[in-house]
């Protein structure tokens, strides 16, 4: 029976560089508990007065790991990227400590398939999604890109003009393109959910879902 984690549980974070550090404070910001560690001091004591427990420890020692109590997290983070070595010795360690979630960062494909195989139940990869998503958005077309493994994307853009002032349902655009407005942010308002009935107009911003070709192709036509 796969162990249920509590949506509060408190969050171990190994490494206090830039990927770790803005983990570790929006951890904290959202009133999470967190352990973050580094066998930086400097760093360590940078960020002790912005997160809820920072201690210094090479996470690379199993003893160190234990003496921390790393054993009694639910969740952890492996934030180490400058050394491969390092964080695949770390997440080999907390799997041998039976943590049960484990998010590991990676710098390459082939970093990501070894942590994988030691046990990482989720691996990031920071650098190539911010960089798929600036390439996105110098083209000028979208507002905000997110894709998600299975190729599905929601993309925020000014809407193109066959669909302005009329419902969504008489300009066909999950007939026509294959993708679905989901939300329409008018200015000064909050983000509402689209309904078959709703009418964007030239101020609007959408937020649309589909695949990535799909999006794309919708994003190219005319503003």
Not at 98 to 114: D, F, T
Request: net charge neutral; with cysteine; aromatic share 6%.
């Amino acid at each position: 029976m796969v162990e249920r984690i509590r949506s509060d549980a408190p969050v171990l974070v190994i490494g206090l560089g830039r990927f770790g550090a803005a983990c570790a404070g929006e951890l904290d910001r959202l009133e999470r508990e967190v352990l973050a560690i580094d066998d930086n001091l400097e760093l360590v004591q940078k960020w002790s007065e912005r997160v809820t427990h920072t201690v210094q420890a090479d996470a690379r020692n199993m003893d160190a790991l234990t003496q921390i109590g790393a054993q009694d997290f639910q969740v952890a983070v492996v934030a180490v990227g400058s050394s491969i070595e390092a964080s695949v010795l770390i997440t080999a360690n907390l799997v041998d400590l039976k943590v049960p979630q484990i998010w590991a960062k990676a710098v390459s494909q082939s970093h990501g398939k070894i942590l994988a195989r030691v046990g990482a139940n989720h691996v990031i990869y920071p650098e190539r999604e911010a960089g798929e998503r600036v390439a996105h958005l110098v083209s000028g077309r979208m507002l905000d890109f997110i894709r998600f493994d299975d190729d599905f994307v929601l993309a925020k853009m000014y809407p193109p003009k066959f669909i302005r002032g009329v419902g969504l349902n008489e300009s066909g655009v999950r007939t026509k393109y294959n993708v679905t407005v989901v939300g329409v942010k008018s200015p000064g308002k909050p983000f509402r959910y689209a309904e078959a009935n709703t009418i964007v107009t030239n101020h609007d911003l959408i937020i649309v879902s589909g695949t990535n070709s799909d999006i794309e192709r919708f994003a190219a036509l005319d503003r």
